[in-house]
């Protein structure tokens, strides 16, 4: 009976001790599901995406378990910091400011900056034409930080959401005249559907560094080089097996991993 007693002991010392090894083997990643195509809620519940397919495909790389905590954009290096999350991955923008923050893994794409308005709407080099227009932007993006410093002072005046899709509400409501923000998830997210008929680009792409830095990158706890390291190596495994180029392929019709 005592060595039941003990073998049963131990089979449960050995469950916890994997139990353990295997909680201390999931990447804790922050998403925010609210910004398609790169990462957005199925009618289920699912989290799909750009993002979240890559994020996947690194922790199968590093032979790691992806755990997804889903949170508002914002809130996500905040999260970084109090150590609720071990990293974000939800299209943020490397930039130098972020930079005392966090650390970076390099980027995993980039795309421009654009604005988009009512078709036929005609934007001059100093942005005079935005003098009185109410324009959203996501809070904390790159895109709040570029409106908030060149449009506001051509005149425009700049509003702040939680989400991109608030924003889109917003405009087919006639509340905002328009909206600036990375070009693709305005492209297939808005214009490329039936809500953006009427709408379109307007004006140039921005890519200035001082705002649009160097493309998006994965967000780490400042000092964290081990995982830096290991997330850089996985982002270049799947580019050179393939595995970038596949998920790409489901979501966008050109590169966007950029120069």
Known sequence: MKKLVLLGSLALSLLAASASFADE????????????????KTPSGQIEGFDYDIGNALCAEMKVKCQWIEQEYDGL?????????DAALSSITITEERKHSVDFTHKYYFTPGRLVMKEGFVLDEQFSALKGKNIGV???STADRFASAVLAKAGATIVRYTS?????????????????????????GFLDTPRGKGFAFVGPEFKDPQYFGEGAGIAVRKGNTELVGKLNQAIDSIRANGKYQEIQGKYFKSDIYGD
């Open 25 to 40: 083997q999931a990447l804790r990643i922050g998403i925010e599901a609210a910004y398609p195509p790169f990462a957005y």
């Open 138 to 140: 996501q809070r904390g």
């Open 164 to 188: 991109q899709d608030e924003i889109y509400l917003d405009v087919l409501a006639g509340r905002l005249d328009g909206t600036f923000a990375d070009s693709i998830p305005l492209e297939i």
């Open 77 to 85: 290096i905040p999260s970084l910091k109090v150590r609720k999350i």
